[in-house]
C-alpha cells in the first residue's frame, strides 16, 4: 500500500471526523498554534527590518546572521525548554515567536535596503518625513520580498507546530506522533497527509495575497529563501 | 549540567555524531550533485524552469516530519529516507540559486568566450559554472546548515542521529545530553559553513575579499 491509500482510508473514516481530538478541532488548532507565533513574529520583525533597512544601523550584523536560525534544531530547542521550565504556553510559543522573526525581518530589510535611492531621494525630495518615506513609498516597494519573509516563516511555523507534538501541543501533529507510539501508521500517514495539505494551502493563500496586494510592477517570481 | 556524563558517555555521542554527519552533510551534497545538471537545464531551456520552481515550492513547504513519514510505505524507517528527504528539501535550495547564478553571468562574458572559440559545453564548464560559484556556495550553505538541523526530527520516526539525545533527554528530564546535543549539531553546521566559505574562497580567488 502507498503512503496516499494508507492516508486517505484513515482520513475518509467518518469517525475520525467527530469529537475531541478528531480531524477538525486539530486542524484549528494548528491553524491557531502556527497563526499566534506568526502575527507576533510579523509585529516585530517588520518594523525592525524597516528601521534596519531605512537608517542601514545595524545591517552587518543582520546580514551576517541571516541564516543562523536555520542552524538551530526546533526539536532540541522545544524538548530543553520542557524539561527545564516544564510545559506552559511560553515553552511553544517563545521558539516559535523567536525564530519566526529572522526571515521576516531579514527579508524586510533587503527589500527596504534595496530601494532604488533615486526613489529615496524623490521622497525626500518631495517633503516626506522619514515615517512616511518608509511607510508610504519603502515598505510598499519592499512588499514583494517582505511576503517572501512572511511565506518562509509561515513554513517554518507550520513544521516547527507539527513537531511540538512531541512535548504535548496539540495540532495535527498529535496524530503523527500519537501513532508512532502506538506502532498505528493510519493516524500517522493520515496526519502527515493534512499536514501536507496545510502547507500547500499555506503556499496558495501567499501566492493569492502576493497577487492581492503587490503592485502589477513590482511582481516577480517567488523563491525558497 | 552534569558534566562527568559527556567522558562517560563519549562512544556514544561520537556514534551518533557520525550518524549525524552522514544523514545532514551527505544529504544536501547529493542535492548539490542533482541540482547541477538539473539547474543547468532549467537555465538552457527557459519553458523548463517554472514548472521546476513550482515542484521545487511546494516540495519545500512540505513539513519534515510529514516527509519522512509520507517516505516510509517506500522506503521504511531508514537511513535512506532521510536522506531522500534532506536530499529533497537541499534541491529546493540549490536549483534556483544554480539557475539565478548561471543567469547572471553577463551577457559580453559569454560573447567574449564564444569569439575565443569556446564551444557550448566548454564555456559552460570554464566560463559560466566558475562565475555561478559564488551563488550556488551560497545556497549550499543554507542547505547545509538546514540538513543538519533538520536530521535530528529522524529520531521521531527512530532514526539515530544526535537527535537520540533530545528524546532521550526528554523522557529522562535530564538536560545536560539536551544541552550537549544542541551545541553539537550547532557547532557542526557552524563548522560546514565555514568550510563552504573556504571552498568558495579558493574556487573564486578573483572575487575581492570584504
Not at chain 1, 513609498?137 to 511565506?151: D, F, N, Q, S, Y
Request: charged share 10%.
Amino acid at each position: 500500500m502507498s503512503f496516499f491509500s494508507y492516508a486517505w482510508d484513515w482520513v475518509t473514516q467518518s469517525a475520525n471526523w467527530h469529537g475531541p481530538g478528531s480531524i477538525p478541532p486539530q486542524i484549528l488548532a494548528h491553524l491557531g498554534y502556527s497563526g499566534l507565533p506568526l502575527l507576533i513574529a510579523a509585529v516585530i520583525g517588520i518594523p525592525a527590518g524597516a528601521v534596519i533597512g531605512h537608517t542601514g544601523r545595524f545591517s552587518v550584523v543582520v546580514v551576517n546572521t541571516a541564516n543562523a536560525w536555520r542552524a538551530i534544531p526546533t526539536l532540541g530547542l522545544l524538548v530543553l525548554l520542557v524539561v527545564t521550565l516544564g510545559f506552559s504556553p511560553l515553552t511553544w510559543l517563545l521558539p516559535l515567536v523567536v525564530l519566526a522573526i529572522p526571515p521576516i525581518l531579514v527579508n524586510t530589510y533587503e527589500g527596504v535596503a534595496g530601494v532604488d535611492p533615486g526613489i529615496r531621494d524623490a521622497a525626500k525630495g518631495a517633503g516626506m518625513t522619514p515615517w512616511q518615506q518608509v511607510t508610504r513609498v519603502e515598505v510598499p516597494i519592499a512588499l514583494p520580498l517582505i511576503l517572501v519573509g512572511l511565506r518562509t516563516a509561515a513554513i517554518f511555523v507550520v513544521a516547527t507546530a507539527t513537531i511540538a507534538a512531541y512535548i504535548g501541543l496539540g495540532g495535527l501533529g498529535r496524530f503523527i506522533v500519537d501513532g508512532l507510539d502506538q506502532y498505528q501508521f493510519g493516524p500517522v500517514a493520515g496526519g502527515a497527509l493534512l499536514v501536507i495539505m496545510l502547507a500547500v494551502l499555506v503556499l496558495a493563500f501567499f501566492a493569492l495575497l502576493s497577487r492581492l496586494v503587490v503592485p502589477v510592477a513590482l511582481r516577480k517570481q517567488g523563491r525558497p529563501e | 549540567m552534569m558534566w562527568s556524563w559527556i567522558p562517560s558517555n563519549g562512544a556514544q555521542i561520537w556514534q551518533y555524531t557520525q550518524d549525524h554527519i552522514l544523514l545532514g552533510v551527505l544529504s544536501p551534497l547529493i542535492g548539490l550533485a542533482i541540482s547541477l545538471p538539473l539547474g543547468i537545464a532549467a537555465a538552457r531551456w527557459r519553458w523548463f524552469y517554472p514548472p521546476v520552481l513550482t515542484i521545487v515550492n511546494v516540495l519545500y513547504a512540505i513539513p519534515a516530519l510529514a516527509l519522512f513519514v509520507a517516505l516510509i510505505p517506500s522506503l521504511g524507517l531508514s537511513d535512506t529516507n532521510v536522506i531522500v528527504a534532506l536530499t529533497l528539501y537541499s534541491l529546493c535550495i540549490i536549483v534556483p540559486n544554480v539557475v539565478a547564478g548561471l543567469r547572471a553571468v553577463p551577457e559580453p562574458v559569454r560573447q567574449a568566450a564564444t569569439a575565443m572559440g569556446y564551444g557550448a559545453l566548454r564555456r559552460l564548464v570554464f566560463v559560466e559554472l566558475p562565475l555561478a560559484v559564488p551563488v550556488i556556495i551560497g545556497g549550499l550553505r543554507v542547505a547545509m546548515v538546514s540538513s543538519i538541523s533538520l536530521a535530528s526530527i529522524a529520531q521521531l520516526i527512530g532514526v539515530y542521529s544526535l537527535g537520540y539525545f533530545f528524546i532521550d533527554g526528554e523522557q529522562r528530564a535530564f538536560p545536560t545530553e539536551i544541552y550537549v546535543a544542541l551545541v553539537l549539531i550547532i557547532a557542526l553546521a557552524l563548522a560546514c559553513d565555514l568550510v563552504l566559505v573556504g571552498v568558495r574562497r579558493a574556487l573564486t580567488p578573483w572575487v575581492a575579499r570584504s
